[in-house]
């Protein structure tokens, strides 16, 4: 496994959580990484993507504005700070790289853009 996200847990409705995605892979070609989250009996949807420099980030129109994606290159990681938090993002928030190339303007959202995957980690947003 080389993606490995951790830092959910259970928390009340307003309060923040930073997960991380420590990536022991092949960094260099991390071009495009993304956070995704699956519901229990829903699909698994695009949360927030950013480059390799992090210049270019994007978010799901959900999370605007309350999630912000940024990474640590130095240290192979990534994260995602989750403020304001609502019962609604309860779920299990995965990790992805995209190995291949990606292209400014063209926003990668489905999982299959992205090639490789972390385990998960349970996010709990209580009422």
């Known amino acids: 496994v080389q993606l490995q996200a951790s830092g959910g847990g259970l928390v009340q409705a307003g309060d923040s959580l930073r997960l991380s995605c420590a990536d022991s892979?092949?960094?260099?070609?991390?071009?495009?990484m993304g956070w995704f989250r699956q519901a229990p009996g829903k699909e698994r949807e695009f949360v927030a993507a950013?480059?390799?420099?992090?210049?270019?980030?994007y978010y799901a129109d959900s999370v605007k504005g309350r999630f912000t994606a940024s990474r640590d290159n130095a240290k192979n990681t990534m994260f995602l700070q989750m403020n304001s938090l609502k019962p609604e993002d309860t779920a299990v928030y995965y990790c992805?790289?995209?190995?291949?190339?990606?292209?400014?303007?063209?926003?990668?959202?489905?999982?299959?853009?992205?090639?490789?995957w972390g385990q998960g980690t349970l996010v709990t947003v209580s009422s």
């Open positions: 950013i480059s390799w420099s992090g210049v270019t980030t």
């Open positions: 892979g092949r960094t260099n070609s991390r071009l495009l």
């Open positions: 992805a790289a995209r190995d291949g190339a990606f292209y400014t303007g063209v926003y990668y959202t489905r999982p299959s853009d992205f090639d490789d």
